[in-house]
């Protein structure tokens, strides 16, 4: 049985930083590309970031630069380290597993896979 266990949201600042923890039980993180989707009031959940399980990563445009996927294969933990938040990055982010990604015409595809985190409330305000 697959359990993705989420922790580190909280209220912050514009400006400041947040670490989110992903605890994953399970045979499915050593084997597994494993990331963070997030949903936004009104909108669509979109992927914030991902990491192979070779430590190979992927990030959306908007986060590039700002946050930090990362994974400790000896806890079975993946950690998403931001920096710089903005209101924007207001959301509940989930941890997923397996991402998979796919090529066609000139772009990549992310595909999210079936086990997620209960989710984790992160608030970026003054």
């Known amino acids: 049985q697959v359990q993705l266990v989420e922790s580190g949201g909280g209220l912050v600042q514009p400006g400041g930083s947040l670490r989110l923890s992903c605890a994953a039980s399970?045979?499915?993180?050593?084997?597994?590309?494993m990331g963070w989707y997030r949903q936004a009031p009104g909108k669509q959940r979109e992927l914030v970031a991902r990491?192979?399980?070779?430590?190979?990563?992927n990030y959306e445009d908007s986060v590039e630069g700002r946050f930090t996927i990362s994974r400790d294969n000896s806890k079975n933990t993946v950690y998403l380290q931001m920096n710089s938040l903005k209101p924007e990055d207001t959301a509940v982010y989930y941890c997923?597993?397996?991402?998979?990604?796919?090529?066609?015409?000139?772009?990549?595809?992310?595909?999210?896979?079936?086990?997620w985190g209960q989710g984790t409330q992160v608030t970026v305000s003054s």
């Open positions: 997923n597993a397996p991402i998979s990604r796919s090529y066609a015409s000139g772009s990549y595809y992310y595909t999210p896979g079936d086990y």
């Open positions: 990491i192979t399980r070779i430590g190979s990563t």
């Open positions: 399970g045979s499915i993180f050593r084997s597994s590309a």
